[in-house]
């Protein structure tokens, strides 16, 4: 029996070909979709890979939903204080755990939203420098979520972290 070494390497090289080519499509499409659609406020998440710990930028007071690991996830409202301003943060969840939204009272803003979820983070931030601004933050928005998993579904969420600030949250 002969073996001819070009017929093999064809067919190798068209293998790999076509997995360097599935390769680059999957990535292309966890680039496009990993993020998630944009907020209620028309804010698109910046992708967070990993499991992000709470961070807030200067002058913000962060705070976490559920408090501690494990706990469930409920609507909550959370007293909130940021230099001499007090109000409150409040929180609400799609029935399907997948969805979360917030309001403020007071003269307070939220300046950033973490949203975690499968194995990765969407950040929602409320900024000057985002688009669109917000040089005030925000005191509300809706349909903030975690990223889509590989198989372009949202996951349910397993926890959010909010920065609030002072201002008026146009």
């Not at 967070?48 to 501690?68: K, T, W």
């Not at 949203?115 to 601004?133: C, E, L, W």
């Amino acid at each position: 029996m002969r073996v001819t070494t070009r017929t093999t390497t064809r067919s190798t090289r068209a293998r790999w070909t076509a997995r360097g080519i599935g390769l680059g499509l999957t990535t292309a499409l966890a680039v496009t979709l990993g993020a998630g659609p944009a907020s209620a406020a028309a804010v698109n998440p910046v992708f967070v890979p990993g499991n992000p710990a709470l961070s807030c930028p200067n002058g913000a007071e962060g705070f976490r939903i559920p408090e501690n690991d494990g706990d469930p996830l409920v609507d909550t409202t959370v007293p909130v204080t940021v230099g001499t301003e007090s109000g409150t943060v409040i929180v609400n969840f799609s029935d399907d755990l997948k969805f979360v939204s917030f309001d403020t009272t007071g003269n307070l803003a939220i300046r950033q939203v973490t949203v975690k979820g499968g194995n990765n983070a969407n950040r929602y931030i409320y900024d000057a420098n985002s688009t669109p601004s917000f040089p005030d933050g925000k005191a509300q928005d809706s349909n903030l979520v975690s990223p889509l998993n590989m198989g372009g579904q949202i996951p349910t969420i397993s926890h959010v972290d909010f920065c609030v600030i002072e201002g008026d949250g146009s």
